[in-house]
Each structure stands twice: as C-alpha cells, then as structure tokens.
C-alpha cells in the first residue's frame, strides 16, 4: 500500500524539478555548520514551504551530515483521531521526488498497541506529516521512516509514547527524530514573536509540565505540542541535553502583514 501525495500542487510545488530547485535554493540560504552530527532530533515547522521551508531547512541542514537509517516522523493531527497515536501503515510514502520506505516491522509492532490505530480518513486529512517528506527524501532517501500522527495531545500521552520509542531510539545513534509544529497563531507580528521566544525558552529548559501548563494557559502555543514533549522527555533521559533554536520566522515575514502572523520555529536536540 502506497500513500498518495494530498498537498503536492498546495503547500510545495507537485512538479519533480520545481520542487527540488525550491529546496536547493533553501538549503543553499543556510550556512553549513561546522560540526560533527550528534543530534537526536529537531522540531520543523510545517506551514506551506512559501512560508516555513526555509525555516524548515534550517533543521534539515543542521541534520545534513547524520548517518540516518530511521527516521521516526511525529506530526499532529489538527483533527483529532479515534486513539491517542496513528502509526501509518503503508508500505511506501510517495513524494514527487520519489518514494520512502516505511520500517513495516516497527510500524506493525506499534500497531498492536490499544493506543495506536491507522485510520486513512483522518491521514488524508493532515498535511503537517506530508510536509516533511520531501526534505527527507532528498537527505535520507535510504532510511526508513515510521509515520506516527499524534492524536490526542495530553501529557500523559506524550510520556507514554516516549516509553514506546525509547528503547528503538536508543539503540545506536542512526535514528533521528522529527517533530513536526508550528507555534502561535494569528496574533500580531510583536505578540507571536515574545511567545515563541518563550516557547523555545521553555523547550530548551526541557521541563515537560512546564511547557504543557504554559501551552494550556495559553502563554504559548504550540500546534505539535505532544510531540515536542515526547521529543523533549527522551532528550532528557537519553542525555541530549543541549537544545538549540536554529532558526525563527512568522509568516508576516513573507506577507508584509504583520497583523494576524503564524510562527515558525526548528530547534535541535543534541548530545555534548
């Protein structure tokens, strides 16, 4: 079973050439960094590429150098679901770049969690996971991904499925992690960019209450909230202590219309 693309032609280019001359020239905008890859993942907005990929390429060019056999993709779904999590059970992801290839073996182990039920109505629905695929098909083509939508957002929930994934993530250091959000909504351009700000503050600290309480009294916000706490808490235990914001931006940055913005952030999560 092949997942089809649904926002190809709306959120980036559906044409092969166009797409990869789109991500080219983001990439080439971010100075390479002089480091070795020790990262265990990075959170990526997943707006349309006119306003986030080169947010986004920020993250994706920090990761550049990582020898990434999985890639374990958390992105949330804005409707809801029927259980907490959705493991995609496709075989192949198709992107107009090419197909990646889902790791069937722990997205069938998944599956058989009670939390974790693939439902195609709700896939169909949601782009922030789809956004992501063509950044990673052109960085890992080779590497497996497994596809997780993060339904209903609680921190229990997020805890949860750092249990689940910690003993796959910890395993070698050949996974990367990605986390799919974008931060606040539709406030003006001087209001959005002091919660973001806080936002990655309070990310960096990696104190997961902390950031669910300033999410649900909404001092920010944050779109892919549960991932980033499971992101967060498997920094935590597995000693990725050093957060690092790439890169910020709001959509009134390519708008001219700094009224009612959305933010873009990617921060990355690694080990000394």
């Known amino acids: 079973m092949i997942r089809l693309t649904n926002y190809a032609g709306s959120f980036y280019p559906e044409k092969e050439n166009e797409l990869n001359r789109l991500i080219d020239i983001y990439l080439s905008k971010v100075e390479p960094y002089d480091r070795e890859s020790n990262t265990l993942g990075v959170i990526v907005p997943h707006a349309g590429y006119v306003y986030s990929g080169a947010t986004a390429a920020y993250a994706y060019k920090y990761v550049q150098q990582k020898k990434v056999k999985r890639v374990f993709l958390i992105a949330p779904s804005h409707r809801g679901g029927q259980t907490p999590f959705s493991v995609l059970l496709y075989r192949l992801l198709k992107t107009p770049l090419g197909n990646l ?15 974790f039920f693939f439902n195609s109505f709700f896939d169909r629905q949601e782009h922030s996971l789809e956004v992501q695929l063509p950044f990673l098909y052109r960085l890992f083509q080779d590497a497996k ?25 910890s395993d070698d250091d050949h996974n990367l992690i990605v986390i799919s959000s974008d931060f606040s909504h539709y406030y ?12 990655a503050e309070l990310i960096c600290q990696l104190d997961t209450e902390l950031f669910f309480e300033s999410n649900k009294n909404a001092k920010i916000e944050a779109c892919g909230l549960g991932g ?45």
């Open 101 to 115: 290839s889902v790791d069937q073996d722990i997205a069938k182990k998944l599956s058989d969690d009670k939390r």
């Open 145 to 169: 991904i497994i596809p997780i939508m993060f339904n209903h957002q609680t921190h229990d929930n997020a805890l949860y499925l750092a249990d689940i994934l910690e003993p796959y993530v």
């Open 188 to 199: 003006d351009a001087e209001i959005a960019e002091k919660m973001d700000m806080k936002a």
């Open 228 to 272: 980033i706490i499971t992101m967060m808490e498997l920094s935590k235990r597995l000693g990725y202590n050093m957060c690092k914001l790439l890169k910020y931006s709001h959509s009134g940055m390519v708008s001219n219309d700094n009224s009612q913005v959305v933010g873009y952030a990617s921060l990355a999560f690694d080990r000394e």
